[in-house]
């Protein structure tokens, strides 16, 4: 099968994906969801004593959200054979995106000097736990790990609770996300100077980054941000109510919110009150606040104030389960996860790029693919024989 473009956007584009994961296949799986020809390159069964963690089980629904739109290609590098045909790749390539230790790149050849050596034009994307240099460059870097050391989990939780890891892996998410942008930067800039060059990202920086107002707020204030739960650490009223049936979310920050938000409740003694007179007032005298709100809210349903708050222009929401938030009319309607045809038979049901574009979207054009599904066709495309590929395969390096 050749490479099916999922979209026109980057249609001209070959990516070599040596990554493994989540935060390397995050960063390529948007290049391929916007029509990149993207190979994943990933060892033989047996050759890496790690492949579980990310090769086994392809049939998962995370596997096949990582890895759809790409064609797979199984090469032993630790073969000279098998870097041979990785530099053949190269040589026609766009991009490689690897997450290997920098002694690991070296010791390989595919360090950023040894691949503009074969194609001046390419683009590395080496992404790391804490960085091509320095004291941890050569330290491995899991997500949560760099949770704790990126600040995160410093602010996530209730006073007092300890540190709380978020639900979700967000430094390998967002670096994976900082990667791709770092990718297409340089792309656009290969059209003006003709030359590729290294792009690296870290786990570590890209928590902080994500940090944002929170790590800004220490630098330039000295402000010190802590365990808020689900009050917001600069806003109020805004956080988690309860109602007569259930939980929902309130954001009523900023002035004219705040006014709109007292009309709704029927309660303009607040906009009287002295302590509530500025934003600043309302976050000191926050728990006074809070219990006040509480109370009126406990009158009504979630579905009676959302409707209310939102219908007078104060942002509000319900709390969701997973399934419930799939369930969500505007979820559908902006169709965020998409059934689609598995190369085994049946479908899968995936995550849809979050980036809209009106001429030339992403889309899910096919499943991740099986391991080594197009060793042999692309090794027909770099000019192999099928002799030279049955003793390729014969000698473990396919």
Known sequence: MPALHASQALKRFRVLDLSRVRAGPTCVRMLADFGADVIRIEPPPGVDPNEAMFAADRWSGDFQNLNRNKRSLTLNLKKPQGLEILRKLVADADVVVENWRPDVKARLGVDYDSLSAINPRIILASISGFGQTGPYANRPGFDQIVQGMGGLMSVTGFEAQGPVRAGLAVADSSTGLYAALGILTALLEREVSGRGQWVHASLLHAQIAMMDFQAARYLNDGDVPRQEGNDH???????????????????????????RFCDVLERPDWLADPEFETEKLRVRNRQRLNREIQEVFLQKSVADWVEALNAAGVPAGPVYTVPEMFEDPQVAHLGVARECDAWQGGTRTLITQPVTLARTPADVARTAPGWGEHTDELLQELGYGPQAIAELHQAGVV
């Open 233 to 259: 650490p600069t806003s109020s009223p805004m956080g988690l109510f309860r109602a007569c049936d259930g939980l929902f979310n309130l954001g009523a920050s900023g002035e004219g919110n705040w006014r």
